[in-house]
């Protein structure tokens, strides 16, 4: 099989002949593999997972992010098959309709990928093969809950959980602090969700350009000032384009987990959870009533941004891990602490 990049340049190597097409993108992630490509953030893309071998330990079908994996394609150095009582890695793939390739050079292809930044490509058998320039449709309205999805709690707040992408690892955050959950689809209108009457909303991660998802940047727009707000990765982009900013497309995105992130009030730092090709713009802020309140220590790209009056902020790393660190799990202790007027 063959990898064909739209720079032209061409990829060899051995896989079960499944064609797929998307931007090919790089993840640094070592484990979590099988809830990486899950995670709905990676919805139309092909993975190059740095790391020489996965699929060591086969699928835990109990701790995906969703109930099938996103990427359109996956490739690898190394194809393992690990001990394991559910299906490998592979087997997995190949039954979702994932195409993957191994014995790829994915250290030298992740640096090609470094300087020319993320291309589009088809993973085919014919290296001739002509590569699509764009997509059909923005990936949220494929990953999106169709109807809306009640999850009762105990003791805790009403949560409206806007879905975007949402991985389950959020939802199971939620509930651990006995909250009731209130999924709504991507494109629900500001109006029913306060007919609800939750006691906060949360905007979840997703896939693709936020900048074109101009309904539900409307919908945000309407519900700022209504009640606390925060959001997760393309959540946050959303809130920050909402109030007036701006976002922009990174060269290569930062995808993996091992991403070291500084918070600016604290001025502590710690080491994140990862998945966006696309950054908030920080000059953009000025005059919105934003601040940046966290940075990437890699690049000095904004990784979480806050209202100065109002109670609504986001983060654009991933609090919940999965795959990765737990580091900056207080997210949701301050989300729920927020909707009793507390920040």
Same mark, same amino acid.
């Given at each position: ?262 918070? &600016? ?5 710690? @080491? %994140?959870?990862? *998945?966006? !090709?696309?950054?908030? /713009? #920080?000059?953009? &802020? ?5 601040? @940046? %309140?966290?940075? *990437?220590? !890699?690049?000095?790209? /904004? #990784? ?40």
């Amino acid at each position: 099989m063959y990898l064909v990049l739209e720079d032209g340049s061409c990829w060899e190597g051995f896989g079960p002949g499944i064609e797929v097409k998307g931007e090919v993108v790089f993840d640094t992630t070592p484990v979590g593999y099988p809830q990486a490509v899950s995670d709905p953030s990676f919805a139309g893309q092909i993975v190059v997972f740095a790391f020489p071998m996965i699929g060591n330990y086969g699928v835990d079908l109990e701790r995906l992010e969703s109930n099938k994996p996103w990427a359109s394609g996956v490739v690898v150095t190394s194809m393992e098959k690990g001990a394991f009582e559910g299906p490998s890695f592979s087997e997995w793939l190949i039954e979702n309709g994932v195409g993957w390739m191994k014995f790829v050079d994915t250290r030298r292809l992740v640096i090609h990928l470094r300087e020319r930044g993320c291309l589009r490509g088809a993973m085919c058998l014919d290296k001739r093969k002509e590569i699509p320039l764009s997509q059909e449709e923005h990936p949220v309205k494929t990953v999106s809950t169709k109807e809306v999805i009640r999850l009762e709690g105990k003791r805790g707040p009403k949560i409206a959980l806007v879905d975007y992408g949402v991985k389950r690892n959020i939802v199971r955050e939620l509930q651990k602090r006995d909250c009731t959950v209130i999924i709504f689809p991507h494109n629900t209108e500001a109006e029913e969700i306060l007919r609800e009457d939750p006691d906060g909303i949360l905007l979840s991660n997703g896939p693709g350009d936020p900048s074109l998802l101009e309904a539900e940047i409307k919908t945000v727009g309407d519900l700022i000032g209504q009640k606390p707000i925060a959001g997760i990765c393309l959540g946050m982009q959303i809130l920050a384009l909402a109030v007036g900013g701006m976002t922009e497309k990174l060269k290569y995105g930062h995808r993996g987990a091992n991403h070291a992130v500084k918070d &600016l009030i604290s001025g502590k730092g710690f @080491v %994140t959870s990862q *998945n966006h !090709g696309y950054a908030v /713009v #920080e000059s953009s &802020l000025r005059g919105t009533g934003m601040i @940046v %309140t966290h940075v *990437n220590l !890699g690049d000095g790209s /904004v #990784e979480g941004i806050m209202h100065e009056k109002l109670p609504i902020w986001g983060v654009q790393f991933h609090p919940e891990g999965s795959p990765g660190p737990l580091d900056y799990e207080c997210f949701f202790d301050k989300f729920v602490a927020s909707t009793k007027g507390v920040l």
